[in-house]
């Protein structure tokens, strides 16, 4: 059985390839509810693409590691995440901002663990989670008074 691509398998691979190998810092990691990440780890444990090992000898804990099919997937889910990322950053630069937060709205709970892995900060990902006028429509200062805060700190 195929697992199908969805964003929060994907960052689940993510975190066990990183060495994030138990169900509670997964959790924390990902910032997702431990029931949640049960379910995950039971799906992707169900399509062989993980395994689960007890280890430890006074304290045992469950620990998660990825199959070599698990090891595929990743780099597959790697990536379906990377064009899904390219193809807002592309429609953000012509305009179409509304159908760009469409494609990362699924991303959007991962955004801090995304941010972090390499092979995600060549492209503009930082630059596609903040609209280009989020704050000029919220904020009520000028580009001339701004750079007059900027001279007044200089003089400090």
């Known amino acids: ?3 199908q691509y969805r964003p929060d398998l994907y960052v689940v691979l993510e975190a066990i390839a990183k060495g994030i190998d138990t169900k509670d810092k ?8 431990e ?6 780890l ?6 062989g693409l993980i395994t689960r090992s007890t280890k ?12 070599p099919s698990g090891w595929r997937k990743l780099d597959e889910w790697r990536n379906m995440a990377a064009n899904d990322l390219k193809k807002a950053e592309e429609l953000r630069k012509i305009g179409r901002e509304e159908e760009a937060l469409g494609i990362l709205q699924p991303y959007l ?9 390499e092979h995600f900060s060549m492209i503009g990902l930082h630059d596609l989670l903040i609209p ?3 704050y000029s429509d919220q904020l009520d200062i000028s580009a001339e008074e701004s750079s007059e805060d900027f001279e007044s700190v200089e003089e400090f």
């Not at 997964?26 to 509810?33: A, D, G, M, N, R």
């Not at 430890?56 to 199959?67: A, D, N, P, V, W």
């Not at 709970?109 to 892995?117: D, H, K, M, R």
């Open 132 to 134: 280009r006028n989020l």
């Open 109 to 117: 709970a991962f955004l801090p663990f995304l941010l972090a892995l």
């Open 1 to 3: 059985m195929s697992q």
């Open 26 to 33: 997964i959790s924390e990691e990902l910032e997702l509810p």
């Open 56 to 67: 430890g000898i006074i304290i045992k804990r469950e620990t998660y590691s990825l199959t």
């Open 42 to 47: 039971r799906s992707l444990e169900a399509t």
């Open 35 to 40: 029931t949640r990440v049960e379910e995950i």
